[in-house]
């Protein structure tokens, strides 16, 4: 099975940017699609931005303009690069190759002033 790390979380202002990473091992990440998500406390785990592996990107309505997310292929690698943060962003942050059953740990991101 794929595993995953995610990192790069941590508490930010308002307005303030994250850049989060995740690393991929057992697999070669570059020929799958790779989603990032997040959930919230009390809220349904969703998905936040995908990048297939022709370099197609969909994000959510919510973080257009906002979020943006890309693959270091030769690091096996995928990003999600976060500006202009919102409380609302507040969230634990996962990525997910799809075509795969097993998560990560996710990242926590905390937009508080």
């Known amino acids: 099975q794929v595993q995953v790390e995610e990192s790069g979380g941590g508490l930010v202002q308002p307005g303030g940017s994250l850049r989060l990473s995740c690393a991929a091992s057992r697999i070669n990440f570059s020929i799958y699609t790779v989603g990032w998500y997040r959930q919230a406390p009390g809220k349904q785990r969703e998905l936040v931005a995908s990048?297939?592996?022709?370099?197609?990107?969909n994000y959510a309505d919510s973080v257009k303009g906002r979020f943006t997310i890309s693959r270091d292929n030769a690091k096996n690698a995928v990003y999600l690069q976060m500006n202009t943060l919102k409380p609302e962003d507040t969230a634990l942050y996962y990525c997910h190759c799809f075509g795969f059953t097993s998560w990560g740990q996710g990242t926590q991101v905390t937009v508080s002033s």
């Open positions: 990048i297939a592996n022709t370099g197609r990107t």
